[in-house]
């Protein structure tokens, strides 16, 4: 027997490890990826490292203090690099245990503002 879950866009029964829908033709994976959350890109510095990589915020949190803060004890990055003085290691997924963590800064923030103007100025615009 095979395992099966139910379709979480059509509710029809798939398998466990289908990639699309054989019903409705979503792409269950990357559709479930979408909706859990986000990255966003951080700069970790450690005892004796720094590290960049793209942090995941699930959906329902909503900053990076979320997730820092939360109770698990690891960070988990993805497409991290260590940054060294002379070069920049590429080394993928990676793990931080908080403990050693000194500091996080983001890298990359939505220009939130710079949409709110656009928007104000289109309105302005128009009128
Ligand atoms: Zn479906």
Redesign the pocket.
């Known amino acids: 027997m095979e395992p099966e879950k139910p379709?979480p866009?059509?509710?029809?029964t798939?398998r466990t490890e289908a990639i699309v829908?054989k019903?409705?033709?979503?792409n269950?994976v990357s559709a479930l990826q979408k909706k859990e959350g986000r990255f966003v890109k951080v700069r970790v510095k450690t005892r004796d490292k720094v590290y960049h990589g793209d942090l995941f915020i699930p959906h329902y949190f909503h900053r990076v203090s979320d997730v820092i803060n939360d109770e698990r004890p690891f960070l988990s990055l993805a497409n991290t690099s260590e940054q060294t003085k002379a070069s920049e290691i590429y080394i993928g997924f990676l793990a931080v245990n908080k403990a050693v963590i000194e500091w996080v800064r983001l890298l990359e923030e939505k220009p939130k503002s710079e949409k709110e103007d656009q928007v104000s100025y289109e309105i302005y615009t128009a009128s």
């Open positions: 379709c866009f059509c509710g029809e798939i829908c019903h409705c033709r979503t269950v």
